[in-house]
């Protein structure tokens, strides 16, 4: 393979940072941007005001149902981040007087949950930070141990962004319930994929998103089981039964609800075994690499490996030039310099998440993709080991 | 294609210059930041009669910035007189290698160091240096000057950002003017405790943030 033909391609592994949206989303918006573009009005409304009203409903209902909970349970936002940020000082606004300023979260979850729990502490809030173990599970004794009388919220992610490992989120909503306390659960990576019953599961809020099912980004929800207590908290309007206020954003709960529609068990399966055959690969190709997270406990889209004595920046550089989008949770590639608190948090050193890379896998993908990325990134690791001052001792040991 | 860095860059990083070891090396160092972890190892050969580098190579455990600036500052070195190899800048490399992004400063200053220290060590060996100093706030002032505050890519004492160091009896304290909840307060404090903590003298240093 020349050098030009090497970046003549795009293998796009990095499905939980974005998806590409579906030619068939788009082609479910489109009428709600050019033909009904009206504001939803109510039944006494202009006709156009009246179907646009009717599309929401009916996009409500879908996304609700996916989660076994009722249409009014349901309200759309603007996406994952303003969900979980609407849930946690929702909750926290409206029971900090009446019950405690007590919250208690992992200390895995994704920047939506994890900072704003960090804003409410500025606030005077207490929060907790729960321990997970070597593979990412939450300590459910210390969760236990952790609940008082002044606890009002537990928030607890239903799948890891970057390790991809599942919670048991029965156990977790089994005790908040019998401890009344209440659960939400980050289900941005999970939702659609991971089957979340709120009939069978005790969780009081959901945060879900499309941007990671190739529906429109910007776009998202949080499911509120009826009567949990949370303050309005972006005022205005009286819009998603007055708990948020904006104009709502039709063509993308539209492109939402096609969104859910479009995921099968099928195609998830098929995720799951590009996923396997992946991990199965690369530890069994490329020498020193470990996986984070558990086997079986994870996304089905999900792989994160640290290759040891490499660092992740280099390898991403490589692998895009080479036509491959894949991310890191190495300090060189974050923005704020920081190594991943993922990584650190299951008690990996500061090393593991240096060499750790992760691939997302989307509706997009082959199994060949997968064979290319595996056959690259072993010469990628294999080049930079050669100049690693590290590792050289082990190999020595092997041989 | 968009890459973040410049065609020289990519070139060095694709095709790193002198990479490896020297057996029998004159003079060593490893550099690494424990706030980034990147590591950089340096290795040199001296021309005792002409003081001058005969070879030089480097290994590199680190980010594109990291790896681009071992191999340039091997080029750079290659036949310089020791002094003249001490003084090449991290300015210099980024220079020479078309600019290199401000937030990868601290990355890629390991390099320049990493040669500085290998150029050290040959000195220590060959008892080329002179009796130990004593820490003053001068010399602390002084190694901070490598520390680079990952916005502006400028060191923290050029850009005013150490407001005050205090030396007494092995304890070093150092003001720094940032919010404690800054973005980069981890990486700074990591930096400088790994500057000053190596002095023969201190025993302990305790780095402090402005409300």
């Known amino acids: 393979m020349t050098e030009e033909e090497m970046v003549d391609r795009l293998i796009y592994l990095d499905n939980a940072a974005a998806t590409r949206l579906d030619e068939r989303v788009l082609e479910a918006m489109r ?6 573009y009206a504001v939803a009005t109510s039944e006494f409304g202009y006709s156009q005001g009246i179907e646009a009203r009717e599309a929401l409903d009916e996009a409500r209902e879908a996304l609700a149902n996916a989660l076994g909970a009722a249409p009014e349970e349901f309200i759309f936002t603007s996406g994952s981040t303003e969900s979980s940020n609407i849930a946690l000082k929702g909750v926290a606004l409206a029971l900090s007087k009446k019950k405690g300023k007590h919250i208690i979260v992992s200390k895995i979850e994704d920047f939506p949950v994890l900072h704003s729990a960090q804003a ?6 207490q929060v907790t930070y729960l321990d997970v173990d070597g593979e990412g599970f939450v300590d459910l004794d210390q969760l236990r141990d952790s609940i008082s009388n002044e606890t009002i919220l537990v928030s607890i992610q239903h799948a890891n962004q970057e390790i991809g490992t599942i919670q048991d989120i029965e156990a977790v909503g089994g005790i908040c319930r019998e401890r009344e306390v209440l659960f939400h659960t980050d289900a941005t990576h999970t939702f659609t994929r991971v089957p979340l ?7 009081d809020l959901v945060t879900v998103s499309a941007h990671t099912i190739h529906g429109p980004r910007g776009t998202g929800g949080l499911c509120i089981r009826q009567g949990t207590q949370i303050a309005k908290w972006m005022d205005g309007g009286f819009q998603e039964f007055n708990l948020r ?8 709960a539209v492109g939402f609800a096609k969104a859910v529609e479009l995921v099968t068990p099928k195609e998830t399966k098929r995720l799951q075994e590009m996923r396997d055959h992946l991990i199965d ?3 069994a190709e490329i020498p020193h690499s470990t996986l984070n997270g558990h086997r079986r406990k994870r996304l089905p889209q999900n792989a994160n490996i640290t290759f040891h004595f490499v660092e992740g920046e280099s390898m991403t550089l490589h692998l895009d030039m080479r036509g491959f989008a894949v991310s890191t949770g190495s300090a060189c590639f974050s923005r704020s310099l920081e190594a991943s608190h993922v990584i650190t948090g299951i008690g990996g050193d500061h090393e593991r998440a240096h060499g750790s890379i992760r691939f997302t896998f989307g509706r997009y993908n082959t199994v060949g993709d997968v064979d290319a990325v595996v056959q690259v990134l072993a010469e990628t690791v294999e080049e930079l080991r050669s100049i690693s001052p590290l590792g050289k001792n082990e190999e020595k040991e092997e041989a | 294609m968009k890459f973040p860095y410049t065609d020289i860059v990519l070139e060095h990083f694709r095709h790193p210059r002198n990479v490896g070891k020297i057996e029998n090396p004159d003079g060593k160092a490893t550099e690494g930041s424990p706030a980034c972890g990147d590591m950089v190892s340096v290795y040199i050969k001296v021309e005792p009669k002409t003081n001058t580098i005969a070879d030089v190579k480097f290994e590199s455990y680190g980010c594109a910035s990291n790896i681009a600036t071992g191999s340039i500052i091997t080029e750079l070195a290659k036949g310089k007189t020791l002094d003249e190899a001490k003084n090449i800048t991290w300015k210099e490399a980024s220079e020479a290698l078309g600019g290199l992004p401000k937030i990868k400063a601290h990355c890629s200053v390991l390099a320049v160091e990493g040669l500085r220290s290998a150029i050290q060590n040959y000195e220590e060996r060959h008892g080329l240096v002179k009796e130990k100093k004593p820490t003053t706030v001068e010399v602390v002032r002084q190694r901070l000057r490598k520390v680079i505050n990952p916005l502006t890519g400028l060191n923290v004492v050029r850009t005013n950002l150490v407001q005050d160091i205090k030396v007494k009896d092995g304890t070093v304290r150092v003001l720094v003017d940032l919010p404690r909840d800054h973005q980069f307060v981890h990486n700074i404090k990591d930096e400088i405790l790994e500057k000053i903590e190596p002095l ?3 025993k302990e240093v305790v780095v402090e943030f402005t409300e």
């Open chain 1, 31 to 36: 009428p709600y941007l050019f033909d009904t």
């Open chain 1, 120 to 125: 409410l502490e500025k606030q005077g809030f």
């Open chain 1, 197 to 203: 019953d709120m009939k069978k599961i005790a969780v």
């Open chain 1, 245 to 252: 206020a904006g104009l709502e954003n039709i063509p993308g």
């Open chain 1, 281 to 283: 690969r690369m530890l």
């Open chain 2, 200 to 202: 023969w003298d201190v």
